[in-house]
């Protein structure tokens, strides 16, 4: 072959090359600018009625007006989160099928259970919804205003106070075991079914304490059923704004957060991951939205995949230790 035809196959390849890429570029910006093209399945790990699933409805109902797409919630309880987490996680990663994930289920189910049949690396971020602080909250014939006191009265006593919670491994239960490490005290864990009925026994005496979310306390705060001492969110909730953290009130560090966060299947389009994070940003700032998830007691953030990703990682080692250190187990 002489070697002026050579190079004119030398630019034909190239050339071809180019328009390959060009192509698939093309098709990926096609299959973005598509997307969503059918319902979209948001998965919740938790029963209806609950601080995730609510947060879920909310959410979507505000997507399904910016995309197009109706957005279906799922409700898929059971195994701490496990059980749905392990669905998405196996799902086509075209973005038509989320996860409404939390801490439990990204950052202390592989600590707490024996198998878990997935890895936090099983799913792409799109962006942390929001935070939820747990607030610790006595019975008001507990002999202590404050925080210091409570503490006071937990040394004077070892074991005599008893704190509720969810169930074994639940946020509740988790904030009580960091207390504990952090204050140097032992209370006595009690295990519930669910978070009304440890609030109820905490309202009723038959429990001196619990850790339980900002959202279902606030009017039993306000009604004096039960009294506040503290927040566990590294600065203070905008639901109950007078009340200090625990940072500030001496235990400094300290962070019992309870989160949710939109996640996909990993190997999900960037492209779709970018028009899910945009759409979800849209979502956040809206008035309406904004307003019913501060109802619920979520501050809400509204960051980048990179971000929450980053957010992730740094929560697994901690309360990975604080599972080691509790000696909770489900399994």
Same mark, same amino acid.
């Given at each position: @072959?002489?070697?002026?035809?050579?190079?004119?196959? =030398?630019?034909?390849?190239?050339?071809?090359?180019?328009?390959?890429?060009?192509?698939?570029?093309?098709?990926?910006?096609?299959?973005?600018?598509?997307?969503?093209?059918?319902?979209?399945?948001?998965?919740?790990?938790?029963?209806?009625?609950?601080?995730?699933?609510?947060?879920?409805?909310?959410?979507?109902?505000?997507?399904?007006?910016?995309?197009?797409?109706?957005?279906?919630?799922?409700?898929?309880?059971?195994?701490?989160?496990?059980?749905?987490?392990?669905?998405?996680?196996?799902?086509?990663?075209?973005?038509?099928?989320?996860? @409404?994930?939390?801490?439990?289920?990204?950052?202390?189910?592989?600590?707490?259970? =024996?198998?878990?049949?997935?890895?936090?690396?099983?799913?792409?971020?799109?962006?942390?919804?929001?935070?939820?602080?747990?607030?610790?909250?006595?019975?008001?014939?507990?002999?202590?205003?404050? @925080?210091?006191?409570?503490?006071?009265?937990?040394? %004077?006593?070892?074991?005599?106070?008893?704190?509720?919670?969810?169930?074994?491994?639940?946020?509740?239960?988790?904030?009580?075991?960091?207390?504990?490490?952090?204050?140097?005290?032992?209370?006595?864990?009690?295990?519930? %079914?669910?978070?009304?009925?440890?609030?109820?026994?905490?309202?009723?005496?038959?429990?001196?304490?619990?850790?339980?979310?900002?959202?279902?306390?606030?009017?039993?705060?306000?009604?004096?059923?039960?009294?506040?001492?503290?927040?566990?969110?590294? =600065?203070?909730?905008?639901?109950?704004?007078?009340?200090?953290?625990?940072?500030?009130?001496?235990? %400094?560090?300290?962070?019992?957060?309870?989160?949710?966060?939109?996640?996909?299947?990993?190997?999900?389009?960037?492209?779709?991951?970018?028009?899910?994070?945009?759409?979800?940003?849209?979502?956040?700032?809206?008035?309406?939205?904004?307003?019913?998830? @501060?109802?619920?007691?979520?501050?809400?953030?509204?960051?980048?995949?990179?971000?929450?990703?980053?957010?992730? =990682?740094?929560?697994?080692?901690?309360?990975?230790?604080?599972?080691?250190?509790?000696?909770?187990?489900?399994?």
């Amino acid at each position: @072959m002489k070697i002026r035809e050579r190079d004119v196959l =030398k630019k034909i390849s190239v050339c071809f090359a180019g328009i390959a890429t060009a192509l698939v570029l093309t098709i990926a910006h096609a299959q973005a600018q598509a997307y969503p093209s059918r319902p979209v399945t948001l998965v919740v790990a938790f029963t209806p009625g609950g601080p995730s699933d609510v947060l879920a409805r909310v959410l979507g109902k505000k997507l399904q007006e910016i995309l197009g797409q109706p957005f279906i919630i799922e409700n898929r309880p059971g195994a701490g989160g496990n059980i749905a987490a392990e669905q998405v996680a196996n799902a086509a990663p075209d973005g038509h099928t989320l996860l @409404m994930g939390n801490n439990s289920i990204l950052a202390t189910n592989a600590a707490l259970y =024996k198998k878990v049949n997935y890895v936090p690396e099983d799913f792409m971020p799109v962006s942390l919804i929001g935070t939820q602080a747990n607030i610790l909250v006595v019975n008001p014939n507990v002999p202590a205003n404050t @925080m210091a006191e409570l503490i006071a009265l937990a040394k %004077k006593s070892p074991g005599h106070l008893n704190f509720a919670s969810s169930g074994h491994g639940a946020a509740a239960h988790l904030s009580g075991e960091l207390f504990k490490a952090e204050a140097k005290v032992e209370i006595v864990h009690v295990a519930y %079914k669910g978070a009304a009925p440890a609030l109820q026994d905490v309202i009723a005496g038959h429990v001196q304490m619990m850790f339980a979310t900002a959202a279902s306390v606030v009017g039993h705060i306000r009604a004096n059923r039960v009294r506040a001492l503290a927040v566990t969110t590294p =600065k203070r909730t905008a639901v109950l704004p007078d009340i200090a953290t625990v940072d500030e009130l001496g235990i %400094k560090g300290f962070d019992a957060t309870t989160w949710h966060g939109l996640v996909a299947p990993a190997g999900t389009p960037r492209e779709t991951i970018g028009v899910l994070h945009d759409a979800t940003v849209r979502a956040l700032n809206d008035p309406a939205t904004r307003k019913a998830l @501060m109802d619920l007691g979520v501050d809400i953030v509204g960051n980048t995949p990179k971000e929450f990703e980053a957010y992730i =990682k740094a929560e697994i080692p901690k309360w990975t230790q604080v599972v080691k250190t509790s000696g909770a187990r489900v399994d």
